[in-house]
């Protein structure tokens, strides 16, 4: 056989070995890819739980327009829930298998103490049962596995960043809002130096007499539409509060003068925090012992000084 046939018979065995290579490669990625969620129908879906060490979230459908879901007994984030079921809907977004020796579940947080448990259910039938660990290298994604099973995966698309979520995070931050035509007048109260803002035919006064700034008011009322929170207090922190003295308060009274919206606002070294003390049906309503943390620029703005809102 000459040289010029040896090279040739070269080049078919090392493009056999690609070829091969190619196709074993392609198998065990079509294999690795996506086999960890199985496609979920996600209008079945009653809850989800998401257990782990710090805390646990329990996510479960009411079948009510105005809630759909409820997080441990509060109102939930309804586009967060919504990115976790766009995550149960598509398991293409896939998963890569990265480790199958028990020796690293530990250092992948994936171990039944160091993970959070996430199931997901219909109707008390398990649909995905996975222990969720540490966010991957690249940070879109997280460490994954079955309990029971060795295999580690790296899971990414929205349900990676859904699971991984706390359970402070799954609440729905809207706290109140106030449709701005219903408000009649405006009471609030910044220390010792309470005012009081009247609609009137000609635009807003002050209970004084004195004009108001109608577009300062309008502005002061756009803040009421939608009242967003940054976090939620803890027995802890609400036992330090004074809410039967509060450092601010503010009431919305609609034309017959009944409440829309009363606020009470206290501070403590970790923040400004607020309770709402009349219910809103768009979020649920909310506990007479419940509180809520708001940065101070917040603050100040649902509660300005009088001199602000006075006709220039």
Do not use: C
């Not at 879906?45 to 009411?62: F, K, M, Q």
């Not at 660990?133 to 994954?144: A, F, L, P, Q, S």
């Amino acid at each position: 056989m000459t040289s010029k046939q040896l090279l040739r018979l070269a080049a078919v065995l090392l493009l056999v070995l690609v070829l091969w290579g190619a196709v074993a490669l392609a198998s065990r990625r079509g294999s690795e890819t996506g086999s960890i969620i199985p496609k979920v129908d996600t209008s079945r879906v009653d809850t989800v739980a998401i257990a782990g060490p710090a805390d646990t979230a329990t996510l479960v459908r009411t079948g009510s327009k105005e809630i759909p879901w409820r997080v441990n007994g509060h109102p939930a984030d309804t586009q967060v829930v919504r990115e976790l079921l766009a995550g149960l809907a598509a398991p293409d977004a896939g998963s890569e298998l990265v480790a199958q020796n028990p020796a690293s579940h530990a250092r992948l947080q994936v171990t039944d103490d160091s993970g959070k448990r996430v199931r997901v259910v219909e109707k008390g039938r398990t649909l995905l049962d996975l222990v969720a660990g540490k966010r991957t290298t690249d940070g879109e994604g997280v460490y994954v596995r079955r309990p029971g099973e060795p295999a580690v995966y790296a899971l990414g698309g929205d349900l990676a960043g859904a699971i991984t979520r706390g359970a402070d995070e799954w609440r729905n931050h809207m706290i109140a809002g106030v449709r701005t035509d219903s408000v009649w007048s405006i009471e609030i109260r910044r220390g010792s130096r309470p005012y009081t803002l009247r609609r009137k035919d000609s635009g807003w006064v002050l209970a004084s007499g004195a004009s108001a700034d109608s577009a300062a008011v309008a502005g002061l009322l756009e803040r009421y539409r939608e009242i967003r929170v940054d976090g939620f207090g803890a027995k802890a922190q609400l036992d330090s509060l004074r809410f039967s003295k509060p450092r601010r308060a503010a009431r919305l009274l609609d034309q017959d003068g009944s409440p829309l919206l009363s606020l009470a606002f206290d501070s403590i070294s970790s923040g400004m925090w607020v309770r709402v003390s009349k219910a809103d049906r768009r979020t649920g309503g909310r506990a007479e012992n419940e509180a809520f943390r708001l940065d101070n620029w917040t603050a100040d703005q649902l509660t300005p000084a009088d001199s602000s809102l006075r006709k220039k």
